[in-house]
């Protein structure tokens, strides 16, 4: 899983067949504290209702969103799968 902050929507008239009827966004991927870090990718919205600003869940494991999703002949990898809150770090000392 990897926490992301959504940066806004993609709009395809043209798309692979999997993705039809699925909100597409793209992600900026965010470490610990919260800062970007790494390259931004494009994410299926499952049922989160994530828009742009959110910070988001996201599974990158084609065989864990091909189980999600009920479909194991689907080419997609990144899956948002829920909408952060709130983060809180702990100390482990």
């Known amino acids: 899983m990897n926490l992301c902050r959504v940066l806004g929507p993609v709009v395809a008239s043209e798309k692979h067949p999997a993705f039809k009827g699925r909100k597409l966004l793209v992600v900026q991927p965010l470490d610990e504290t919260g800062k970007e870090t790494g390259k931004s990718f494009i994410a299926v ?11 988001v869940l996201v599974l990158r494991e084609g065989n864990g969103v091909r189980q999600i999703l009920g479909d194991k002949s689907l080419p997609i990898r990144s899956l948002i799968v829920g909408v952060v809150d709130h983060v809180e770090l702990t100390s482990t000392r």
Do not use: E, I
């Not at 919205?45 to 910070?55: L, N, P, R, V, Y």
């Open 45 to 55: 919205d499952h049922t989160s209702s994530a828009g742009k600003g959110d910070q």
